[in-house]
């Protein structure tokens, strides 16, 4: 769930169709790697923000992404400044009440990281019995390392630190949030550790409309669609996340 909200609205456009409609896009860019601003272009970027993009134009439509807080997405599509969000929102029963989402684009929650020479040894949680994890500080992954029987747990003020110590082999294994994992797994080009294939509290991403526009919700399911079945949705995926879904 993301911690950091901002309250500036910037708009950014875009363009996937020389003829189109416009979809108002509502996004909080502070989550990387799903939707962040990028430090040398300052524009926004991120695996939500490509493949929202990509839905569009599948749609035969444009993008204009304002970014707001997160607070005031749900309140924007309410009151129709937003067509959408793409924000890594999850799909929450309290949520539902509120608005409607898309079908889920992205299963999240939490994985186990080790070493490939370790997974012989490694196959499942409770193989950590006795073990030593490391975890963030404050973290869902460090409450469930807690959880593990007999398990040593050293906890790191950044996720880096703990990777660092799994791979100098002062832990046997890292438990954190799936993309973060991925998306580490992906900048640092690391062949020596993987995640093991099973996810904890696994959790989904939609985008979300305005309560009762169905008709939107079916046009960005169909866009979906297309996206997947053309190959662009595991092209993106494998950008930002790697090839594992």
């Known amino acids: 769930m993301k911690k950091v909200l901002i309250s500036a609205l910037l708009g950014l456009t875009f363009a996937c169709t020389s003829q189109a409609g416009t979809l108002h896009v509502g996004t909080e860019a502070t989550f990387a790697p799903f939707e962040f601003m990028d430090e040398q272009t300052k524009e926004l970027t991120g695996f939500d923000m490509e ?14 992404v ?28 309290e949520r539902v009440k509120r608005i409607d989402f898309t079908e889920p684009y992205y299963q999240s929650g939490l994985v186990i990281l080790v070493k490939k020479t370790d997974l012989d040894k490694v196959k499942d949680l409770d193989s950590l019995q006795g073990k030593r994890i490391c975890a963030q ?15 040593k747990v050293t906890e790191f003020n950044s996720i880096t630190e703990a990777f ?11 438990i954190n949030d799936k993309p973060v994992v991925d998306y580490y797994l992906v900048r640092r080009a690391d062949d020596t550790v993987t995640t093991l294939p099973q996810v904890f509290d696994a959790e989904y991403y939609g985008f979300g409309v305005k309560k009762g526009n169905k ?23 494998q950008k930002w996340f790697g090839a594992n879904k």
Do not use: W
């Open 164 to 174: 660092m110590e799994l791979k100098q082999d002062g832990c046997t294994a890292v």
């Open 66 to 93: 304002q970014n707001m807080g997160f607070d005031g997405l749900i309140p924007s599509l309410q009151t129709g400044v937003i067509d959408v969000t793409a924000a890594a929102m999850t799909i929450t029963p």
């Open 137 to 151: 500080i404050g973290t869902t992954g460090a409450m469930m390392a807690k959880h593990v029987k007999d398990a």
């Open 51 to 64: 493949l929202i993009a990509a839905v569009a134009k599948a749609m035969g439509d444009d993008v204009k």
């Open 215 to 237: 008709a939107m919700v079916e046009k960005l399911n169909a866009g979906l669609k297309k996206v997947r079945e053309s190959g662009e949705y595991d092209r993106i995926y």
